[in-house]
């Protein structure tokens, strides 16, 4: 293996499975989300039974409790805020339930990706994720806030395990909770060893859960992402995975992700964006962008959801039609109450790689700068922003304004990823290539 891979490889073949897997989530708000987004079910303290649904499949009581549904309506339209007061809540009235503190945890998790930008399902849609750098700002109360939930979950969760080690409740409760730890560590800090080790666990709990009980369809979800990621492997990399105890079948993936988004209680929504996020890797974009349609007319109000719909267009090669999805969403945008913590900063730097993409230099470069000039915008995407602009103006033909944009680059951050590329069509313009 050491004359076929090379060393980028052997760290993909330890990080690309929860790489991907965790992307998802963010798509959906998230999400994300996100962009991995994974919404399991609860069970209330003292009544642990697994409830069957209308459509045949098994849950917990506690997640068809209407102030969970309630809380969940918040959080699919990015109002976190009111998502996680209504969570503590149900914490509060369940305190020994893994999954009530999950809930919380999810809320909070979330709020953070959104903060800093990194539920733009357009960073993982490509392998350059695995290396390319990225700003990120970390808040340390976040952290440990964050930290401490995973944490406090996965201990409640263990504890009944210990008790009972085909507790399916628990189970549940404990692969969810690590794979949102493991989603913390990989975006945020980057740490792909760690959030490996948690996402495989998390697999394992999920396995095991449909092991028990094949009919509860919300664990098949994480089983069908690692399922598919590992099947889409280069066969060096998936022999590799197979040394150390990764298997994966794109096609059983694909079947699992189905029906969790087809049946799931509150894996429905995760799952469908997680397809979304598949079917655009494997260049099926009606099928995507008719998921990622019925994802934004089910929750309008989800600013991520509709800024899907344009990614999509923009990818599917429909520059016309990404245009004014973009351009119709920033329009939406203006008008107060229509969407919660929106980044509008991402539908901008959209329109600009659209506009890009059609050769419209100068509107490219005014759509990245007006990117720039959100104030939710992250320093990451800021950098982005003013190189993208900058190489806009060197197209056309306006050095000096180009030059403005690498020099402020530079100012406001010269170890930033973005900065030697600055420097250099200092030195020399961009001629596109």
């Known amino acids: 293996m050491r004359n076929i891979l090379g060393r980028g490889d052997t760290v993909k073949i330890t990080i690309v499975a929860f790489t991907i897997y965790s992307s998802v989530g963010m798509l959906s708000r998230r999400s994300a989300q996100l962009l991995l987004i994974i919404l399991l079910f609860a069970v209330a303290p003292g009544a642990f039974a697994v409830a069957t649904t209308s459509n045949g499949s098994h849950t917990a009581s506690l997640n068809l409790d209407p102030a969970v549904a309630e809380a ?35 809320a909070t998790l979330f709020k953070e990706l959104n903060r800093l930008d990194l539920l733009d399902t357009t960073l993982y849609a490509h392998e350059g994720f695995l290396t390319s750098k990225h700003t990120v700002t970390e ?8 930290e401490g939930l995973a944490d406090h979950a996965v201990q409640l969760a263990s504890d009944r395990l210990k008790r009972d080690p085909h507790d399916i409740d628990a189970l549940y409760a404990r692969g969810y909770a690590r794979s949102l730890k493991a989603t913390y560590y990989a975006l945020v800090e980057r740490s792909f060893v760690s959030g490996l080790h948690l996402a495989l666990q998390a697999r394992g709990d999920h396995e095991k859960v449909l092991q028990l009980d094949p009919e509860f369809v919300d664990a098949k979800m994480v089983v069908g992402i690692h399922e598919y990621v590992v099947g889409t492997l280069p066969a060096p990399l998936k022999i590799m995975a197979g040394i150390i105890g990764v298997g994966g079948s794109k096609a059983k993936g694909m079947t699992l992700l189905q029906d969790s988004a087809k049946r799931g209680t509150i894996t429905s929504v995760e799952s469908r964006t997680t397809l979304t996020l598949f079917l655009r890797h494997d260049a099926r974009y009606p099928e995507a962008i008719e998921v990622a349609t019925e994802l934004s007319q089910e929750y309008p109000r989800d600013f991520l959801f509709r800024l899907e719909e344009a990614n999509l267009l923009k990818d599917a090669g429909q520059g016309v039609k990404a245009a004014n999805a973009y351009t119709a969403l920033l329009d939406e945008a203006k008008k107060p109450g229509t969407f919660q913590s929106a980044h509008l900063e991402l539908a901008y730097f959209g329109l600009g790689e659209t506009q890009r993409g059609q050769r419209a230099y100068p509107d490219a470069a005014a759509a990245y700068l007006s990117a720039v000039a959100q104030p939710t915008v992250s320093a990451d995407m800021k950098h982005r922003g003013r190189l993208a602009a900058g190489e806009m103006w060197d197209l056309s033909n306006e050095r000096p304004q180009a030059v403005e944009q690498y020099q402020a680059l530079l100012a406001e951050d010269p170890n930033a990823p973005q900065a030697d590329m600055a420097r250099k069509l200092l030195k020399s313009r961009y001629t596109g290539h």
């Open 72 to 106: 969940y309506q918040h959080f699919y339209n990015l109002d976190y805020d009111g998502a996680i007061a209504r969570f503590q809540k149900v914490q509060q009235a369940h305190p020994q339930d893994p999954m009530a503190t999950v809930y919380l945890l999810n």
């Open 139 to 146: 808040d340390k109360d976040a952290k440990r806030l964050i």
